[in-house]
């Protein structure tokens, strides 16, 4: 055989082995993965490109509920609650707001207690309850008000008439101290004697 056979020949087998070579470990890798390279390469992009969009469907736009709430206060039941003023303050022990009764004289006041009602420029008190009667201790003082003059202290015959004047004709605007619409904050001692009594001043 002559030189350039055997270099033709040794060429054609080289070729041949590459090409088996080629085929056949990327065949049997195919068959013994059960679905082929090509396509797991081609199926894990679209599973990555589908969790990013399907995502913030689930969490962006679906967790929002109800409607804006620009004002800023805490939505719900809160929202409805009354506004203005609604509750009166602490009070010292002993104090309370309440609504003389009829009957009320310089020994005894009679009244009955008070439930706070939302006021516009502050806080109402609406008689609740059946009447009590708490006896005035014999130094029990008495304090009346007014938007037009400064407070007055008065004793107690003259804050139980000022009481019953008021009870009579509950708009009497007579004098620099009009009646109060029947707002009393009272004192009552650990004896359930009635020790001072402060009229409210109302517009």
Known sequence: MSHSKRLLATALVATAALGLAACGPDNSSDQAGGGGSTTAATAAPTAATAAPTGAPAGTGTAAPTGKPNPTGKPSGGATDEPEGFC??????????????????????????????????????????????????APTAKGHLSSVLAPPKDV????????????????????????????????????????????ERAHS
């Open 155 to 198: 004793n107690l015959a003259d804050l139980v008439k000022h009481i019953n004047e008021c009870l009579a004709s509950p708009h009497n605007e007579k004098g620099s101290y009009p009646c109060s619409a029947g707002d009393y904050k009272v004192a009552i001692d650990a004896s359930g004697k009635v020790t001072e009594l402060w």
């Open 87 to 136: 509750s009166h303050g602490p009070m010292p022990a002993g104090q309370k707001w309440i609504y003389p009764g009829k009957g009320t004289s310089t020994t005894a006041l009679v009244y009955k207690d008070t439930k706070d009602v939302c006021g516009v420029n502050d806080v109402g008190f609406e008689p609740v309850g059946a009447d009590k009667t708490a006896q005035f």
